[in-house]
């Protein structure tokens, strides 16, 4: 079946600008996550997003982020402003059950660059 | 909290030898384990996972790991390397009851040469 799917791929932007980066997780996987990879840094949790419960959103590094997920569909990372330090690769996961399911199934990733 | 640490961000190895992979971590509580793999220009996929019972973990590729309790150590190994497994291998943890978001280490590049 079809895995994470995420887009753009990659992404140019000018420092100031905002971005928006869209996550497609499994169908009928209720938990989603957002994760950042800097260049030679692991990987960062940034939010978690769990049925209809509130979202965790412990892990965003500042005001500037945002996440949405309508219902077990679609999520969307809104970054305002652009900075420089911004630049990294947006992955996405899914997983089943939070609770329960133990594999997170990664998207490719959005290349984010600010120029 | 958790926290993982790889101590080699590059293992440059020959085809056919063996191979370990360190990973140790920290944490006030009973842990999950796993690696995750990286290919070239993909996204990761998951490799094996340690939850509970045998400390001997096999994974996917002829890859396996050992958790090490007294150690905190979750150390891959593989006997005998290909060209297709250079790859950026992650190390994770997360905490039995303690949220759902793995914590990742900052990964080591394995590249494997003829």
């Known amino acids: 079946g079809a895995g994470v799917s995420q887009s753009p791929s990659n992404k140019v932007t000018e420092k100031g600008k905002d971005v928006e980066l869209r996550c497609d997780p499994i169908s009928g996987h209720t938990a989603l996550y957002w994760y950042r990879q800097r260049l030679g840094q692991g990987l960062e949790f940034l939010i978690y997003f769990q049925g209809n419960s509130a979202p965790d959103k412990s892990g965003l590094p500042s005001d500037r982020f945002s996440a949405e997920r309508t219902g077990e569909s679609v999520s969307t990372l809104t970054i305002q402003r652009t900075q420089q330090e911004d630049s990294a690769v947006y992955l996405c996961a899914s997983t089943q059950e939070a609770g329960n399911s133990y594999e997170q199934y990664f998207g490719p990733g959005t290349r984010l660059t600010v120029t | 909290a958790q926290s993982v640490t790889q101590l080699d961000s590059q293992v440059p190895v020959f085809e056919e030898a063996p191979v370990e992979l360190r990973c140790n971590y920290s944490s006030s509580v009973s842990v999950y384990l796993f690696w995750y793999v990286q290919y070239p220009n993909q996204g990761l996929q998951l490799l094996l996972k340690?939850?509970?019972?045998?400390?001997l973990v096999k994974g996917i590729n002829g890859f396996e790991a050992e958790f090490n309790k007294s150690q905190t150590s979750f150390h891959l190994r593989k006997p005998s390397v290909h060209i297709s497994d250079t790859a950026e291998y992650f190390c994770a943890v997360r905490g039995r009851n303690s949220g759902y978001a793995l914590n990742f280490g900052k990964g080591t590049s394995l590249l494997v040469t003829p």
């Open positions: 340690y939850l509970s019972g045998s400390t």
